[in-house]
């Protein structure tokens, strides 16, 4: 019955949006200045996922596209600054971009992941856009790409390829991570659970930093991690790359390889990626059985006409990653660097299907997303059987119907609902099996008058969770299971104004809520991958938010910077602690012998995070970029007057970068860069230790060469060219985070990396 009133529902939206006008959208791409056109120049409409670029006389066309309506278009040229401009395109007359000479390029950029797309400047939410150029690095997973990238994203590790966000000190369930238009839904509650997304699948990626619960729900506290796919090619064209890089501190192999086309309005693509590494190197030696493995397929067919478009995105993603399981003082390296992954290990799986709509109608238009997906954890101890095993299922549901504009407002309305199930299918039990049920509403509505924009919104969300009792062979109770019920109202207000060219301002206030999740809820037993005994609570009560943050942007030709503030107070704050040097003892199943381990037990506290971000540029000269980031984040946990655990230390990021220009080589550059971690001194004692300061050093240089028509970039990239031992505040290996019997227990972040590698895009242009 549900599928037959799907069906029903897209049979009307195809029939009524089959009435829709189409029309070419035709224009040209000058130079404001000399007024002379610009081959090559990228022209994307962000909402319709669609991009082409202009031919040798600088002219451009979209076919078959929407006759009615007002789209956000970007124009982008390199040594140019990006446009972003809002055109109507009820009007037929070709339109004329007309881009700047700047040594600056991004100041400007268009926003997708809010309510409405939007220039930066005139989107209150502070975000950041990290480009495809910036994923290709030294990192190891798309977690520690945007960490290096953007000011108040950091990461919790474990080993190398595990790492979870953090913005703003707030991670777990409270940040949000979205692709294809579906919240990633993989067991987010895990220490060393990470992302299961192919970093080189997205065209870019967009870091909301501060609450979005008015748009995405629970769980948006911290902020979003918008994944992005490329855009469809321009209609009869054919888009692909090929990009392969080799890193020599784990020797980690990364080939990824792209196809997509679009053939009278029927648009596919389709995916590889293979990641393979041995243990990581540290100063120390190969960090024993850290290697991993990561194979990923991703895919995309549909349709894009003047009602709108349809997409259909598959995905298939499997990881296997090493652990080592030892005891304080056994040895932690080895001189080996096998890629065989031996026991223990985690062998993850993740399925995803999701169906992606923009329909049109005039002057409004309605887009609706549908997900779908399969989340196989195994953590395997000795066999291939494994000890844990999570399979969790989740439908999702997300629309949001744009009004016509009405007296310059902008409203939205938006709907959303996910329903989650998951049971558990290995030997040992450390959460029951659940089923989750999310569902909210929100009204929005965003007014641009002269140089200001003003924004509101209002959320309604209902959570049910009920976990499931169990008992175990011999009749004793393992969970008690749980049956509980959540509701909130949130509420958010956003405000930019644009001073000139140059100077902006933007600010939000606002509430949001995050519902306790089901590990929280229900946890009782031994976590293998995090070595501890995880207790949870079945009476916690959902965290309330109320947070406010203001940021001052600036871009000149010779200066270019922002510098933001926030804070965010936090009701009945969730995390595990252990108090009392807790332990529980357990039998060892395989072995017969007993193991104490540490307790942490599930409660709740009021926080307080405040903080700062910022990043200032500085260009002396054409060729010269001096580039540095900074963040700081202070919490303190209200309750008890004492630091909240898991913080990350402030840090300061200083590149400079020389583009000198070279004849028959374009984008050439040179960088050296020195990365400062602060001593990290405020710790939650009870369970915490402190994390010294270091100094790291970096460098890089880069290339786009022609072979014939074809561009080919080569880059080197390197990290900790100094070798430092150190460890970082948030590494879950370092001393007193694994375990607290041996305060000297630890293992060293990587040491010295460098990383080869070569980007071909390649594709027609007609």
């Known amino acids: 019955m549900k599928l037959r009133i799907v069906s029903c529902l897209f049979f009307l939206f195809f029939q009524v949006s089959a009435f829709a006008n189409a029309i070419d959208f035709k224009g040209k791409v000058i130079d404001a200045k000399t007024h002379e056109t610009l081959p090559g120049a990228v022209i994307s409409i962000p909402d319709l996922h669609v991009s082409v670029a202009t031919n040798n006389k600088g002219e451009f066309t979209f076919r078959a596209i929407p006759a009615r309506g007002r789209y956000v278009v970007q124009v982008q040229y390199l040594s140019y600054k990006t446009l972003t401009q809002t055109v109507d395109f009820s009007s037929t007359t070709p339109i004329i971009f007309e881009l700047q000479s700047s040594i600056i390029e991004t100041h400007e950029v268009v926003i997708t992941g809010t309510p409405i797309t939007a220039g930066s ?15 290709m690095g030294s990192s190891t997973n798309l977690i520690d790409a945007l960490a290096r990238a953007v000011p108040g994203v950091s990461q919790i590790t474990t080993s190398q390829a595990i790492s979870k966000p953090v913005i703003r000190g ?15 839904q993989g067991q987010q509650w895990g220490d060393e659970h990470g992302i299961e997304m192919d970093q080189f699948q997205a065209e870019r990626v967009e870091v909301l930093r501060g609450a979005a619960s008015l748009q995405y729900g629970s769980d948006a506290l911290g902020g979003v991690i918008n994944v992005i796919d490329p855009p469809t090619p321009a209609e009869g064209n054919i888009k692909g790359e090929v990009l392969s890089n080799y890193s020599t501190n784990s020797g980690l ?27 990581f190197n540290t100063p120390a030696g190969y960090y024993i059985n850290s290697g991993f493995n990561q194979t990923n397929f991703s895919g995309l067919l549909g349709v894009n006409k003047s009602w709108g478009y349809s997409h259909l995105n598959f995905s298939y993603f499997k990881n296997n ?26 062998d993850i799986r993740h399925y995803k299907l999701a169906l992606n709509n923009n329909f049109i ?5 309605l887009k609706l997303d549908l997900g779908y997906q399969k989340n196989q954890r195994r953590e395997l101890a000795e066999t291939t059987i494994p000890n844990l095993f999570f399979d969790l299922n989740t439908y999702s549901l997300d629309a949001k119907y744009y009004l016509p504009e009405s007296n310059g407002w902008r409203p939205v309305i938006g709907i959303s609902s996910s329903l989650g199930h998951s049971v558990n299918l290995g030997e040992e039990l450390l959460i029951p099996a659940y089923d989750e049920l999310s569902t909210g509403a ?17 959320r309604f969300d209902y959570i049910k969770n009920k976990g499931k009792a169990q008992n175990n062979d011999n009749g004793d109770v393992v969970f008690t299971g749980f049956d509980n019920k959540f509701a909130n109202v949130s509420a958010a207000l956003g405000f930019t104004h644009v001073f ?49 943050d203001a940021t001052l942007e600036y871009g000149s030709g010779v200066v270019t910077g922002s510098f933001g503030l926030y804070e965010n107070y936090i009701h009945d704050f969730i995390y595990a602690s252990n108090t009392n040097k807790e332990q529980i003892t357990v039998v060892d199943e395989a072995t017969g012998l007993p193991r104490a381990y540490d307790a942490y037990r599930y409660g709740q506290v009021n926080a307080n995070l405040y903080g700062f971000e910022g990043n200032l540029t500085l260009h002396p000269v054409a060729f010269i970029h001096f580039e540095n980031t900074f963040s700081y984040t202070h919490a303190t946990n209200e309750s008890f007057d004492r630091p909240l655990p898991l913080i990350p230390a402030g840090v300061l990021h200083n590149t400079l970068r020389f583009e000198p220009k070279i004849k028959g080589i374009s984008d050439f550059y040179i960088s050296a860069g020195i990365d400062n971690y602060f001593k990290q001194s405020r710790i939650d004692a009870t369970f915490e230790t402190p994390a010294d300061g270091y100094t790291l050093i970096n460098a890089g240089i880069g290339a786009t060469f022609k072979i014939g028509s074809q561009p080919l970039k080569i880059y080197a990239s390197a990290s900790n060219l ?15 985070r694994y375990s607290q019997e041996d305060p000297t227990y630890g293992v060293y972040n990587p040491g010295r990396n460098i990383t080869f590698g070569f980007y071909l895009p390649f594709g027609t242009n007609k």
Do not use: C
């Not at 030892?326 to 985690?346: A, V």
């Not at 109608?361 to 238009?365: M, P, Q």
């Open 722 to 736: 100094g070798n430092k031992r150190y460890y970082d505040a948030l590494s879950r290996l370092r001393p007193g």
């Open 170 to 184: 707030l991670s777990y369930n409270r940040v949000v991570t979205l692709n294809d238009g579906v919240k990633q």
């Open 442 to 458: 929100f009204v929005y509505a965003k007014k641009t008058w002269d140089q200001n924009t003003f924004s509101a919104g209002a």
């Open 361 to 365: 109608f005039g002057s409004s238009s």
């Open 253 to 279: 192999i990364n080939t990824s390889v792209m196809l997509s086309g679009n053939e009278n309005g029927f648009v596919w693509r389709g995916r590889g990626t293979y990641q393979n590494a041995h243990e």
């Open 500 to 548: 000139n060219d140059d100077l902006s301002f933007k600010a939000n206030a606002g509430s949001a809520f995050r519902a306790p999740n089901p590990a929280e809820l229900g946890s009782n037993g031994v976590h293998e991958g995090t070595a501890r005994y995880e207790i949870g609570n079945a009476n916690l009560s959902p965290e309330r938010s109320y947070q406010a």
């Open 121 to 135: 400047r005139y989107n209150s939410t502070s975000a950041s856009v990290v480009t495809k150029d910036q994923l």
């Open 321 to 346: 990653i090493g652990f080592y399981d030892s005891e304080p003082g056994d040895p932690l390296y080895t001189n080996n660097k096998s890629r065989t992954i031996d026991f223990p290990r985690q």
